[in-house]
């Protein structure tokens, strides 16, 4: 059996507190583990789901609004920076189930600087999914092209626009060590599936009253 290397996770982790109070980010986790259904929420996602790229003109493209959920390939160990960000509540699933719920990692596309401007290179993966995009756009315009598979076909480039990452190294914070997964629509699961949750410390006899089935750590164990 191969042994896998101490910067990859058998844990893919979703967060639930970005731009939250920790009591609102808990709030949240019951109410997926009561749903058992993770998805976003279109009035309070801090992210929109028209993320734009950036093509190679420096120019923003909004995506369509089609559903996703995130989750980071971090060790446990190694999470306290994408707590930093993304709030100290969330949960953790099996790489294996996210994979069969149809989990796939995100295409990372760095940016280039030109004269102070980030911009895609033109010949990377987004630029080629982005200006593809267009000419579809235009030649379904110009002759009228309405049909099932007409729209199937421009959904799917947008599909392919939703597993693009762009980032840059020079940010103060760079995505790229996110090592996100996405999963397109959005995930159900049992109880059983859940892996391990993790909020601090004062919601422990709260949770465990609640959901006793499902294991727990502190996000403290992290955080220091």
Known sequence: MNKEPIYHSNIFWHFCGRDKTEEEAFRILCNILKDKNLRRNLTQNSDPFEEPI???????????????????????????NHIATYGNVGLGFKREFIIEKGGQPVLYVPFVDENGVQKAYPSSISSIIERWGKEWAKITQKYQLNSPEDRDLGWKIQFLRKYIKQFSFKDDYCTYYEREWRIINHLEFEEKDVTVVIFP????????????NISYTVSELILT
Request: one cysteine or more; aromatic letters at 24%; hydrophobic letters at 40%.
């Open 54 to 80: 950036t093509d190679f003109n420096g120019n923003d493209t909004l995506t369509w609004q089609i559903q996703y959920i995130c989750f980071a390939d971090i060790p446990f160990a190694f999470l306290n």
């Open 201 to 212: 410390k004062r919601f422990s006899k709260e949770f465990s009253n609640l959901y006793p």
